[in-house]
Nanobody, 119 residues
Framework: QVQLVESGGGLVQPGGSLRLSCAASGISFSRYTMAWYRQAPGNQRELVATITSGDSTDYADAVKGRFTISRDNAKNTVYLQMSSLKPEDTAVYYC?????????????WGQGTQVTVSS
């Protein structure tokens, strides 16, 4: 059974920092591209950051220079270090695992963790 379990969300003041974690089980973690998405109320889910199996990273323009995605294949865990947080970063953050297997796309989602940036 595949599970992606996020943790680390919470309430933080503007300018503060948080680190999100996503622990994966039931998949060959090192072979997946891992990503963080977020969804604010009334908005579509949007891609925040990705890290490939080869450790290449990419970021949405809105978070470049403030967020850092990383992975620890020994722990089957992906992280999102968020700094200089803004109220507009408030959203539910979702972990995603994605790869192509035998020509078919395989993707899994976590249940999400709430991040609220407010004074």
């Amino acid at each position: 059974q595949v599970q992606l379990v996020e943790s680390g969300g919470g309430l933080v003041q503007p300018g503060g920092s948080l680190r999100l974690s996503c622990a994966a089980s039931g998949i060959s973690f090192s072979r997946y591209t891992m990503a963080w998405y977020r969804q604010a109320p009334g908005n579509q889910r949007e891609l925040v950051a990705t890290i490939t199996s080869g450790d290449s990273t990419d970021y949405a323009d809105a978070v470049k220079g403030r967020f850092t995605i990383s992975r620890d294949n020994a722990k089957n865990t992906v992280y999102l270090q968020m700094s200089s947080l803004k109220p507009e970063d408030t959203a539910v953050y979702y972990c995603n695992a994605d790869r192509y297997l035998f020509g078919s796309r395989v993707t899994y989602w976590g249940q999400g963790t709430q991040v609220t940036v407010s004074s």
